[in-house]
């Protein structure tokens, strides 16, 4: 049995290397264990049983744990032999782990550092940060976040960040100057696997253009990985529609590529208009072959808490097999287990209360969504449709 304990965010460089080589390796016979950071899942004692250092992902292979992401991508490579992640020559792995130890020693660090001072520095709760590090037994991590935090782009961590990195894409752009599709020749290896999503996380926040300007190698190098399928799940595309009271996040003619969660909430700022009106259209590439799973996250009014997630299988039915795995009438994956986890939201006045502040939230609107009106309509079409097919069967 394979099992992997990860995070599901499109900037969880570590999660994602192990994702991708997933995918790449065609493994989907794997179960995934979702890790939620704002519940600090990693703290628990269950999951430090198999990582001490409360680091995402770990690996566990038929109740065997293994842990730091490129050494669980070199094990996946090693699950099975095709398509081969590793070159054949002794010579040319070496070189390859080269690459990954680069990425794990400079091109890492550089990123969270980078990603951390982009992001976070100005929006995040230091006192939940500083509760966090007292727990956290990566100590280059808490100093990595401590520096970021009080010196912003003059901290250390920042400035190695961007000369790593600097250093990183000159060597890319030397090693692809004889036109080679990837970093070790003809194929793909896992230094594509261990690098794509550190380099994604560097598009989202807009850091490329600062080293690709004058890198034509690298930028071609990056537009064919980063349009491969594996690296394109990771994260969704929403476009929005609407009247021009739309706010913030919901501003009509917003096109938006970002990690997999997005909001339900009110993106009108003149929601009693007659006039006003929203429509999010989201797009989620479906990894091929990897179950899908969703979530729904309820956060707190009052201090935007995480104070109630509940998680579902959302796989779509194979191609051509709808019919026998979900019956005739086809359903939303997604607004089936919104609906439900809504109902277990409003069943209980505890699922509502903010463990922070205390603060007793009131039932979601879910009649206002039409979750459960979609969820009921479609169970009546179904069983109609079953009663008409047995009364056709039974009258010949």
Request: net charge negative; aromatic share 10%.
């Amino acid at each position: 049995m394979l099992e992997l304990y990860y995070l599901k965010e499109a900037d969880s460089v570590c999660s994602n290397r192990a994702v991708i080589t997933l995918i790449e390796k065609g493994i989907a016979d794997w179960t995934p264990r979702y890790i939620h950071l704002l519940d600090e899942d990693h703290f628990d004692k269950e999951y430090l049983a198999i990582n001490p250092k409360a680091v995402v992902p770990t690996l566990v292979h038929d109740g065997n744990p293994i842990r730091e992401s490129s050494i669980i991508c070199d094990y996946i490579d090693e699950l099975k032999p095709e398509p081969a992640l590793k070159p054949a020559g002794l010579l040319q792995r070496t070189y390859m782990r080269e690459w990954i130890k680069e990425s794990d020693e400079v091109a890492f660090p550089g990123v969270a550092a980078l990603n951390f001072v982009t992001r976070f520095r100005s929006t995040i709760d230091i006192g939940k940060l500083e509760s966090r590090w007292k727990k956290q037994p990566d100590l280059e991590k808490t100093l990595r976040q401590k520096s970021v935090i009080e010196y912003g782009m003059d901290s250390e961590w920042v400035l190695r960040g961007l000369v790593g990195w600097d250093r990183i894409f000159a060597k890319m752009e030397t090693a692809l100057s004889d036109s080679r599709p990837w970093i070790m020749g003809e194929q793909f290896t896992l230094v594509e696997s261990c690098y794509a999503p550190l380099i994604k996380v560097l598009d989202m926040i807009k850091w490329l253009d600062v080293w690709f300007e004058f890198r034509p190698h690298v930028s071609r190098w990056w537009q064919a990985l980063g349009s491969r399928p594996s690296v394109l799940g990771l994260d969704e595309v929403a476009i929005v529609f609407g009247s021009g009271a739309t706010t913030g996040r919901g501003k009509a003619g917003l096109v938006r590529a970002s990690a997999r969660s997005h909001g339900v909430g009110n993106l009108l700022s003149e929601p009693d208009s007659p006039e006003s009106f929203s429509l999010v259209s989201v797009t989620q590439r479906q990894s091929t072959g990897v179950p899908q799973r969703e979530a729904v996250a309820f956060t707190c009014a009052a201090c935007s808490t995480e104070i109630y997630r509940e998680e579902f299988d959302s796989t779509p039915p194979r191609r051509g097999r709808q019919r026998d795995e979900v019956g005739p009438v086809a359903h939303l994956h997604t607004i089936y287990g919104s609906a439900q986890a809504a109902l277990n939201y409003n069943a209980e006045e505890k699922n509502r209360t903010c463990p922070e502040c205390g603060h007793v939230n009131a039932p979601f609107p879910l009649g206002r969504w039409g979750w459960d009106r979609y969820r009921d309509m479609t169970d009546i079409i179904r069983e109609a449709h079953q009663s008409l097919s047995e009364t056709a069967a039974a009258a010949g």
